[in-house]
């Protein structure tokens, strides 16, 4: 087995794990706007930010999963447009810095 066939079946394994978390969140979030039986508000705070960075978490995974079997070309633009998204998500002063000097 070589090395990116190793690498796909890790983020493979992690993709799913991180698909079923967020569909259990997805249900405890529904079942919980139906019937309330979570209060606690830190844990509330817990299932948003899973409901709010998970997705990100997941496309970044299977991104990650596809390029890690491609060419050098396909591998630097989706580490680029990743890199690109994670700035803007958690630095988005940073990221009007660099769109600005581009002129948009």
């Known amino acids: 087995m070589s090395l990116s066939e190793a690498t796909k079946k890790i983020f493979d394994s992690l993709g799913q794990l991180v698909a079923f978390v967020l569909i259990v969140l997805f249900a405890v979030t529904t079942a919980n706007a139906n019937w309330t039986f979570i209060t606690d508000t830190n844990i509330l705070g817990y299932?948003?930010?899973?409901?709010?960075?998970?997705?990100?978490?997941?496309?970044?995974?299977?991104?990650?999963?596809?390029?890690?079997?491609?060419?050098?070309?396909?591998?630097?633009?989706?580490?680029?447009?990743?890199?690109?998204?994670?700035?803007?998500?958690f630095f988005p002063s940073t990221f009007s810095s660099i769109i600005s000097n581009f002129g948009l």
């Open 47 to 89: 299932i948003s930010l899973g409901l709010y960075y998970g997705p990100m978490t997941l496309v970044s995974i299977v991104g990650l999963e596809f390029a890690s079997t491609k060419g050098f070309l396909v591998k630097l633009v989706t580490y680029v447009a990743l890199a690109a998204i994670i700035i803007a998500q």
